[in-house]
């Protein structure tokens, strides 16, 4: 534990779910790091040697580093799962999380959803390009396990919410979107308060050439 302290959060996080056997323990093993991160952020606090502003950095640094590694937990287990696990890691590489609201602004508390929209961008591989058809729906898959990853924590001890209730159009809006159909939608159709959440939007999780593309 000592020597994992020192590396940042999200290399220790991918690197649990590295050595994890299987989902049920990288899970269990993520849920047992935010356990020790959340009780060393608040321990800090009451110690009064940090304020509120670096608790709630903590508190983003840490919920990034377990998107993350959710993200890369999704992608492998569903790329091992495919016909064509060259393929698939091609196509859902290119998924990024972008961080909204308090998460967004790294505003987080100790009981703050973590407001997320997922984009993407369709692969571009010569060889991937006859697949176009296939490429979204796979995408959309990994956003249902990444989001089904976050209830399953809740019973292992770490009560997080991954909320994608910001997203374009709500409950009824569509799991995964292009960062171009997402930029139209926040120009276009998007309510006051949904303005004031897109403000800090930030690429948090994922590909970073689709995140910063977003940005």
């Not at 997320?116 to 956003?143: C, G, M």
């Not at 396990?145 to 019973?155: A, D, E, I, N």
């Not at 374009?168 to 159909?181: E, K, N, Y």
């Amino acid at each position: 534990e000592e020597e994992e302290s020192a590396e940042p959060l999200e290399l220790q996080a991918l690197r649990r779910v590295q050595k994890a056997r299987n989902e049920e323990t990288a899970l269990l093993a993520l849920a047992r790091l935010w356990q020790r991160e959340t009780l060393r952020i608040g321990a800090k606090e009451i110690w009064g040697e940090t304020d509120v502003l670096q608790t709630q950095q903590a508190l983003t640094t840490l919920a990034d580093a377990m998107l993350n590694a959710l993200l890369h937990l999704a992608t492998q287990s569903l790329a091992s799962q495919n016909s064509d696990p060259a393929f698939a890691r091609r196509v859902l590489e290119r998924v990024a999380v972008i961080g909204l609201g308090k998460l967004g602004g790294a505003e987080l508390g100790y009981a703050s959803d973590w407001d997320v929209v997922f984009v993407y961008i369709e692969s571009r591989h010569k060889e991937d390009t006859e697949r176009i058809e296939e490429q979204y729906p796979l995408a959309n898959r990994l956003v249902e396990r990444v989001v089904q990853y976050g209830k399953s924590l809740s019973p292992l001890g770490a009560p997080i919410e991954i909320d994608l209730r910001l997203r374009p159009w709500g409950r009824t809006g569509a799991l995964l979107f292009s960062p171009q159909g997402l930029l139209h939608y926040y120009h276009e159709s998007m309510e006051t308060w949904e303005r004031h959440a897109a403000l800090k939007a930030r690429f948090v999780a994922g590909s970073s050439y689709v995140g910063h593309r977003f940005e």
